[in-house]
């Protein structure tokens, strides 16, 4: 990870370096005209990526994995690319229902990195930053500290979640701390570490100079020993992701009896396809991988590009059921933002293909119900202005609710 690229010169150095002279065009996604008109040269490229990375909605941290399955040859129709290296897009138009926040994660945190949403489960940020292996040991534990007094003064809290900026980003020791410290918690029965790096870094699995791998898996083994599950969360949605160093990293893990499940997030170009979700699901089985979720896109500012209509979870879960055994079909989900959490796709309800709203609720949401939008660039030109007019109506009645309010 130390020969990561996270600057826009180091990367715009790379792209002058790899890029062919003549871009091909972009294949039209569902039939629509592309969404990076004019770009064809390699300068044409670097500044639709400079435009759009000042946009972006999160840091760019690019590692020699990543950079090396890219199809440079192809950079515009690429899904790793498309994932990792934003373009300016025609079609990333922020949608009216946008947030930055869009689960409410902020209203469950009942102390500084701990994200409580659910009665039994929390999220323990174990870095709030990508920079961890800059911090020494001491500052970090002090941070944490509050954190585990919580979880130990709250034994509802049987399941946690390690993340953060990634796990992968932790120092063993680290690792072996925190995992020692939950392990001694008798009400937490279970915790996994989230990482992306099975997809964007591999080679540290196989790296037998790098413990980081070895602590794992001796928590794993020492957790099995007494009754509690320590397993490994990952990130891969594209099978262009993995590689030969992937299936050895995994072949690993499963050799020693680490448990790993994959969180794919449905992506438009990137999976949305029959062809490629199949594929993912596939590649991921035979790494011993469960494709556990395939998630929902968030409404997010900056990213609109990347998400799918509801109606491609739809069309997909009923495509991948009949591909392969029923324990490693996914679950095709929406994380409902506030106390309802994972919600199927399939149980939304009044789904409007023309405006792209459903309703989703449950039990927990007291019979109230909470709206997702597709994307605009699913939706026709009318249904768009429909959209922009109704969110326009919404906002124009709130401000004259505040003015009467204020008299």
Same mark, same amino acid.
């Given at each position: 990870?130390?020969?990561?690229?996270?600057t826009?010169?180091?990367?715009?150095?790379?792209?002058?370096?790899?890029?062919?002279?003549?871009? +091909?065009?972009?294949?039209?996604?569902?039939?629509?005209?592309?969404?990076?008109?004019g #770009?064809?040269t390699?300068?044409?490229?670097?500044?639709s990526f400079?435009?759009a990375?000042q946009q972006?909605? !999160?840091a760019?941290?690019?590692?020699p994995?990543?950079?090396? #399955?890219?199809?440079?040859?192809?950079?515009?129709n690429d899904?790793v690319?498309?994932q990792?290296?934003?373009?300016?897009?025609t079609?990333?138009?922020?949608h009216?229902?946008?947030?930055?926040?869009?689960?409410?994660e902020?209203d469950n945190s009942?102390v500084?990195g701990v994200?409580?949403r659910?009665p039994?489960?929390?999220?323990?940020?174990?870095t709030e930053?990508?920079?961890?292996?800059?911090?020494?040991?001491l500052p970090? !534990?002090?941070q944490w500290?509050?954190k585990?007094?919580y979880?130990?003064?709250?034994?509802s809290l049987?399941?946690?979640?390690?993340?953060?900026?990634?796990?992968?980003?932790?120092?063993p020791e680290?690792i #072996?701390?925190?995992g020692?410290?939950?392990?001694?918690?008798?009400?937490?029965?279970?915790?996994?570490?989230?990482?992306?790096g099975?997809?964007?870094?591999?080679?540290?699995l196989?790296?037998?100079?790098?413990?980081?791998?070895?602590t794992v898996?001796?928590?794993?083994?020492?957790?099995?020993?007494m009754?509690?599950?320590?397993?490994?969360h990952t990130h891969i949605n594209?099978k262009?992701?993995t590689?030969w160093?992937?299936r050895?990293?995994?072949?690993r893990l499963?050799?020693?009896?680490?448990?790993?499940?994959?969180?794919?997030?449905l992506?438009?170009?990137?999976?949305?396809s029959?062809?490629q979700?199949?594929?993912l699901?596939?590649t991921?089985?035979? !790494?011993?991988?469960?494709?556990?979720?395939?998630?929902q896109?968030?409404?997010?500012?900056?990213?609109e590009d990347l998400r799918?209509?509801?109606?491609d979870?739809?069309?997909l879960?009923?495509q991948?059921?009949?591909?392969?055994?029923g324990?490693?079909?996914?679950r095709f989900?929406y994380?409902v933002?506030? +106390?309802a959490?994972k919600r199927p796709?399939?149980?939304?309800?009044?789904?409007?293909?023309?405006?792209?709203?459903?309703d989703?609720?449950a +039990?927990?949401?007291?019979?109230h119900h909470v709206?997702?939008w597709?994307?605009?660039?699913?939706l026709?030109?009318?249904?768009?202005?429909e959209?922009?007019?109704?969110?326009a109506?919404?906002?124009?009645?709130?401000?004259?609710?505040?003015?009467a309010?204020?008299?």
């Amino acid at each position: 990870m130390s020969n990561s690229i996270h600057t826009l010169p180091g990367l715009t150095d790379l792209m002058r370096s790899v890029l062919p002279e003549s871009i +091909p065009p972009q294949r039209p996604l569902r039939g629509r005209q592309s969404e990076y008109p004019g #770009v064809s040269t390699p300068n044409d490229f670097i500044r639709s990526f400079e435009v759009a990375a000042q946009q972006a909605p !999160m840091a760019f941290r690019l590692s020699p994995h990543i950079l090396s #399955v890219i199809n440079w040859t192809d950079p515009l129709n690429d899904p790793v690319r498309r994932q990792f290296i934003p373009l300016e897009s025609t079609i990333n138009v922020t949608h009216p229902a946008a947030k930055f926040d869009p689960l409410h994660e902020v209203d469950n945190s009942p102390v500084r990195g701990v994200i409580h949403r659910y009665p039994n489960k929390a999220l323990f940020m174990g870095t709030e930053t990508n920079s961890v292996k800059k911090m020494r040991f001491l500052p970090l !534990m002090k941070q944490w500290e509050p954190k585990f007094q919580y979880i130990e003064n709250t034994p509802s809290l049987h399941d946690i979640v390690i993340s953060g900026g990634d796990t992968y980003l932790l120092e063993p020791e680290q690792i #072996v701390y925190l995992g020692n410290r939950l392990l001694k918690i008798p009400h937490i029965k279970r915790f996994r570490f989230a990482t992306k790096g099975l997809g964007v870094s591999p080679s540290r699995l196989i790296d037998r100079n790098d413990s980081w791998i070895d602590t794992v898996i001796e928590l794993s083994q020492k957790g099995r020993k007494m009754g509690k599950e320590v397993c490994v969360h990952t990130h891969i949605n594209n099978k262009q992701e993995t590689s030969w160093i992937t299936r050895l990293g995994t072949k690993r893990l499963y050799e020693e009896g680490v448990i790993v499940r994959n969180q794919s997030v449905l992506l438009n170009g990137v999976n949305n396809s029959f062809d490629q979700l199949s594929e993912l699901v596939h590649t991921l089985s035979y !790494m011993h991988v469960e494709p556990y979720y395939v998630y929902q896109g968030d409404i997010v500012r900056g990213a609109e590009d990347l998400r799918t209509p509801l109606s491609d979870s739809h069309e997909l879960e009923h495509q991948i059921r009949d591909q392969t055994a029923g324990f490693l079909i996914p679950r095709f989900v929406y994380d409902v933002p506030g +106390p309802a959490g994972k919600r199927p796709t399939l149980s939304a309800q009044n789904y409007n293909r023309h405006l792209g709203v459903a309703d989703f609720t449950a +039990p927990r949401l007291q019979g109230h119900h909470v709206k997702y939008w597709d994307p605009l660039w699913s939706l026709s030109e009318d249904a768009q202005k429909e959209v922009q007019s109704h969110f326009a109506d919404r906002s124009s009645d709130q401000v004259s609710s505040q003015e009467a309010a204020a008299t």
